[in-house]
């Protein structure tokens, strides 16, 4: 059974950072891809930034040039760097992990609150 396990987030002033993390209870190189999702009260759960097997990566606009999601593979660890926070980057965020065989299955993480305070 996969597990994914976020820490990092916190309260913070806007203009801040954070860093989050999130590891895996195994390789992380068994999945094909893994991301950071965020959900705000009221919202829907939405694509923060994803990382490839092989490295590429995919950012939503609103977080482009703020965000850097990188991996350790020795580690079994992905992370999110966040800088120049905002209020509206409030949010539960999530650690996706995605393998892709005949069918795509998504393993979730339990979650970190993240609060940017204006």
């Known amino acids: 059974q996969v597990q994914l396990v976020e820490s990092g987030g916190g309260l913070v002033q806007a203009g801040g950072s954070l860093r989050l993390s999130c590891a895996a209870s195994g390789s992380i190189f068994s999945f094909n891809a893994m991301g950071w999702y965020r959900q705000a009260p009221g919202k829907q759960r939405e694509l923060v930034a994803a990382?490839?097997?092989?490295?590429?990566?995919n950012y939503a606009d609103s977080v482009k040039g703020r965000f850097t999601i990188s991996r350790d593979n020795a580690k079994n660890t992905v992370y999110l760097q966040m800088n120049s926070l905002k209020p509206e980057d409030t949010a539960v965020y999530y650690c996706n992990a995605r393998v892709i065989m005949v069918a795509t299955r998504d393993y979730w993480g339990q979650g970190t609150q993240v609060t940017v305070s204006s």
């Open positions: 990382i490839t097997r092989g490295g590429m990566t």
